[in-house]
C-alpha cells in the first residue's frame, strides 16, 4: 500500500441541504452527517480516517455530500447521501479505499449508494519532477 489509512481524509459539505431546508447551519443535513460521521470515525472498529468539515463542495443539487482523498490515490466525491442513514454506508466504502493503494475500488464492490452517488473520480495529483 502506498499511503496509509491516516492520510485519508473525508471531507464533508456542512452545508449541505435540501431545498426549502434549515437556514440554520447546525440543523442542515449535511452538518448532521458530519457529526454523525466524526462519532463514528472515534469507535474502535472504524477506519483510521480524518474528517474534516467542509462549507461547500458544490454539488447543491445532490446533497449530502462528501469527498474521500488520500495523497497518490484518487480522489471521489459522492452526493444523495441520506445524513440520516448512510454513515454505516459510507464507513463501509471508506474501509474498501483505504484497502486500495491508488483508491481505486472496482464498481461492483462499492457501496451501493457510492455506485449510483458518485459525481466525480479526480486522479491523483502528481509532482513535477522536471529539473
Known amino acids: ?26 440543523l442542515r443535513p449535511g452538518a448532521v452527517l458530519h457529526r454523525a460521521l466524526t462519532e463514528a470515525l472515534a469507535r474502535p472498529d472504524a477506519p483510521k480516517v480524518r474528517v474534516e468539515a467542509v462549507e461547500c463542495l458544490s454539488v447543491c443539487k445532490r446533497p449530502c455530500t462528501i469527498a474521500v482523498s488520500a ?6 466525491i459522492y452526493g444523495d447521501l441520506n445524513a440520516e442513514t448512510s454513515v454505516e454506508t459510507i464507513l463501509d466504502g471508506l474501509r474498501r479505499y483505504a484497502d486500495t493503494s491508488e483508491g481505486l475500488v472496482p464498481w461492483r464492490e462499492r457501496p451501493e449508494a457510492f455506485r449510483k452517488g458518485v459525481v466525480a473520480r479526480i486522479p491523483p495529483f502528481k509532482t513535477n519532477s522536471a529539473a
Open 71 to 76: 495523497p497518490g490515490r484518487w480522489t471521489y
Open 1 to 26: 500500500m502506498t499511503s496509509s489509512h491516516e492520510e485519508i481524509c473525508l471531507h464533508v459539505c456542512v452545508t449541505c441541504r435540501e431545498a426549502g431546508g434549515p437556514d440554520d447551519k447546525a
